[in-house]
């Protein structure tokens, strides 16, 4: 049971929007700043978005990531094929059980 | 250009102790800029943190995995080291290590491939 909650699939057509969510608590998302990670199974993760909203060089305006409260949402626009791909949250938990925590994953599936 | 490469057994026997090595290049394992990181997919699974070090020595520790897990690092050869011991099947997965970068948050901007370590009689 992960400490963030995602949902575990989103599908869309190509050149659509499509977006994920991340809920956690005020202990976790509430205090610290959300990442977000693309990753294919069997390749190292990619960094998307660091702190909320920043995208690291590299990385195409169509990913936007933002925060509200204990909830953050990666965003991608102009959907690709090559969008497939397993996407995580990530933030620092704060409380007795300190460190990093994922979310469950979300599975995008470009129809 | 940064690179992370894991190496150790691919294969490790129940109640035996999981070992694998971080090997570091492009990058400094005595930089203030960063933190170094252990994080596994279990089979089927997603993705969980296991631990990181700092060059001062400071480390941090999953809660859950706490009891198990050592990390230490060898700045003369620019590497890091994971050690879980008493394994069971559950630690079978793919294991990363990573790099975090405080101009970033800490958030991780270099992983390296994994390895994929069974634990299997």
């Known amino acids: 049971q992960s400490v963030l909650t995602q949902p575990p699939s989103v599908s869309a057509t190509p050149g659509q929007k499509v977006t994920i969510s991340c809920s956690g608590s005020?202990?976790?998302?509430?205090?610290?700043?959300v990442s977000w990670y693309r990753h294919l199974p069997g390749t190292a993760p990619k960094l998307l978005i660091y702190?909320?909203?920043k995208r690291p060089s590299g990385i195409p305006d169509r990913f936007s990531g933002s925060k509200s409260g204990t909830s953050a949402t990666l965003a991608i626009t102009g959907l690709q094929t090559g969008d497939e791909a397993d996407y995580y949250c990530?933030?620092?938990?704060?409380?007795?059980?300190?460190?990093?925590?994922f979310g469950g994953g979300t599975k995008l599936t470009v129809l | 250009q940064v690179q992370l490469q894991e190496s150790g057994p691919g294969l490790v026997k129940p109640s035996q102790t999981l070992s694998l090595t971080c090997t570091v290049s492009?990058?400094?394992?005595?930089?203030?800029?960063?933190?170094w990181t252990w994080i596994r997919q279990p089979a089927g699974e997603g993705l969980q943190w296991i631990g990181r070090?700092?060059?001062?020595?400071?480390?941090n520790y999953n809660p859950s995995l706490a009891s198990r897990v050592s990390i230490s690092v060898d700045t003369s050869n620019n590497q890091f080291s994971l050690k879980l011991t008493s394994v069971t099947a559950a630690d079978t997965g793919v294991y990363y290590c990573?790099?975090?970068?405080?101009?970033?948050?800490?958030?991780?901007?270099?992983w390296g491939q994994g390895t994929l370590v069974a634990v299997s009689s």
């Open positions: 990573a790099r975090e970068y405080r101009g970033y948050d800490f958030a991780i901007d270099f």
């Open positions: 492009g990058s400094s394992i005595n930089s203030d800029n960063h933190w």
């Open positions: 070090i700092f060059n001062t020595g400071s480390i």
């Open positions: 005020s202990s976790n998302i509430g205090s610290n700043s």
């Open positions: 702190e909320n909203n």
């Open positions: 990530e933030t620092w938990e704060t409380n007795l059980s300190a460190g990093w925590v």
